[in-house]
């Protein structure tokens, strides 16, 4: 059965699976770069009130899966996520987001398949990728 979050007028269950990269796709979300954009991306979500189901930071991309509020606009959240996140580790680390994203409804697939996606994409890299979730069975 699906579960609605509420608001004081309204029920939604809006999830979305975001990807996105690094500019040229670089190999650089390792070591002290990924923990903090893992970091930075759960503070964020915290600030906008985004439930990150789960994710996963590869060496050379970022996948996302959250649920968020109607108030805001997907594109204005991802415009936190990368604009936040990218500003905080430019000054700290110099280079990262290339700019484009990809963005996919979970309603064409079931939320399982996408955090089964997630959990086997974990398997096939390197040690160094990092997860950014805790509060999931797969993570």
């Not at 503070?43 to 906008?48: A, D, L, T």
């Not at 987001?97 to 997630?118: C, F, K, P």
Request: contains cysteine.
């Amino acid at each position: 059965m699906r579960s609605y979050r509420k608001n004081s007028h309204s029920q939604y269950d809006l999830k979305v699976h975001l990807i996105w990269i690094p500019k040229y796709r670089k190999r650089i979300l390792i070591g002290k770069v990924s923990e903090r954009t893992r970091d930075l991306l759960r503070q964020i979500c915290m600030e906008h009130e985004v439930h990150i189901i789960s994710g996963k930071i590869s060496c050379d991309h970022v996948h996302m899966f959250i649920s968020y509020k109607p108030q805001i606009s997907l594109s204005k959240l991802v415009q936190y996520l990368k604009g936040i996140s990218s500003r905080i580790l430019l000054q700290e680390f110099t280079h990262l987001w290339a700019r484009g994203y990809m963005a996919v409804s979970s309603g064409n697939i079931t939320d399982e398949m996408i955090q089964h996606y997630l959990y086997i994409a974990s398997t096939f890299y390197d040690e160094e990728d990092l997860k950014i979730l805790l509060d999931t069975e797969y993570l």
